[in-house]
């Protein structure tokens, strides 16, 4: 069985790099980006000591960009993306207290990115890059359950930045099929909770898997 499975991925692999030389051509232009996928946060601290933790949750981003043909291996790409992170909330503890979490926490950010694509002669380009920002993070209803008046429903626009890395396949001359991970970092949040205490909250941080596509005009 897995011999049969390695012969049929291998003649998928084979099949698949057939018309990437074609596509391989089309280098330069505009385009259009879309990706969803996967997003799991650290956990975050306050200045009292309370660690806050988010469950795993979607990501999803668009962006419009342009491609230069930089040399004959590689191409360079700047774009403006729009993205959005959602988590629920889990828990808050400190010592040996754990309170359980309701609401959740959110994040609509503003990127600019820069990228380099590594062209291999094949349908495959691996590619890094690095985004520079603002997120808006906002805390919905994110209470005590059982005690909805201690806890925080606020929002703060803060300075964020992301280091992305991944694969493209050349599906045709102009789609392109991206697989990448994104680290992504936002800077400290300063929230108002619902009792007037305002509280600082770092280490926000969060690791991506997306899978996308992207359209060369």
């Known amino acids: 069985m897995k011999k049969a499975l390695a012969i049929c991925l291998s003649i998928l692999f084979v099949c698949c790099l057939a018309p ?3 596509a391989a051509e089309k280098d330069q232009g505009l ?3 879309i990706g969803a996928g996967y997003s799991m946060p650290t956990t975050q601290n306050d200045q009292y000591n309370w660690a806050l933790k988010l469950n795993n949750g979607p990501v999803a981003k668009g962006s419009v960009g342009y491609s ?3 040399s004959s291996v590689l191409n360079l790409r700047t774009e403006f993306e729009i993205s959005y992170r959602r988590y629920a909330a889990e ?5 040996s ?3 359980d979490l309701e609401g959740n926490v959110s994040y609509l950010s503003g990127m600019v990115n820069g990228l380099c694509d590594f062209k291999t ?3 495959f380009t691996p590619f890094i890059g690095i985004g520079l920002g603002m997120s808006q993070v906002t805390w919905s209803e994110v209470v005590e359950k059982g005690n909805p008046t201690n806890g925080f429903d ?3 626009n803060v300075f964020a930045y992301q280091v992305m890395g991944g694969v493209g396949y050349a599906l045709t001359d102009s789609l392109t099929l991206d697989f990448e991970y994104r680290y992504f970092h936002a ?3 300063d929230l108002i909770s619902k009792t007037g205490t305002k509280k600082t909250w770092d280490n926000d941080t969060n690791h991506s898997f997306l899978i996308g596509l992207r359209y060369l005009f």
Do not use: H, I, M, P
């Not at 828990?91 to 010592?95: D, F, H, K, Q, T």
């Open 20 to 22: 990437s030389a074609e």
């Open 31 to 33: 385009y259009l980006s």
């Open 68 to 70: 230069f043909k930089a």
């Open 91 to 95: 828990s808050a503890s400190r010592g």
């Open 97 to 99: 207290t754990t309170n």
């Open 121 to 123: 002669g094949t349908g």
């Open 154 to 156: 606020d929002s703060s």
């Open 187 to 189: 800077s400290d949040v």
